[in-house]
């Protein structure tokens, strides 16, 4: 049984960083695609970076509203997904998300609120 435990959400004001963290158990960790999706009050879920590897290389894809400000890696060693997040605005405030690429898989969110 896969499980996903985020941590790292808090209050920032706008134009800070706040890095988040996601620990992968119950599957072979370096065998996932993982992603970051993200929740707004009153807003639909949107993915907001996602990483696979192959071969040892990592290949990421953003959401055009954070690339250049937020980065997603994975440390396979330590089982645990991040995501840096910088120059941080108001709209990035939301429940953000862990989730295995195929989507079967979710953490319970972290809050991040910008102001």
């Known amino acids: 049984h896969v499980q996903l435990v985020e941590s790292g959400g808090g209050s920032v004001q706008s134009g800070g960083s706040m890095r988040l963290s996601c620990v992968v158990s119950?599957?072979?960790?370096?065998?996932?695609?993982l992603a970051w999706f993200r929740q707004a009050p009153g807003k639909e879920r949107e993915g907001v970076a996602y990483?696979?590897?192959?071969?040892?290389?990592?290949?990421?894809y953003y959401l055009d509203s954070v690339k250049g400000r937020f980065t997603i890696s994975r440390d396979n060693a330590k089982n645990t997904l991040y995501l840096q997040t910088d120059s941080l605005k108001t709209e990035d405030t939301a429940v953000y998300y862990c989730?295995?690429?195929?989507?079967?898989?979710w953490g319970q969110g972290t809050q991040v609120t910008v102001s």
């Open positions: 989730v295995t690429g195929d989507g079967n898989y």
């Open positions: 990483i696979d590897q192959d071969a040892g290389t990592d290949y990421t």
């Open positions: 119950g599957g072979r960790f370096s065998d996932f695609a």
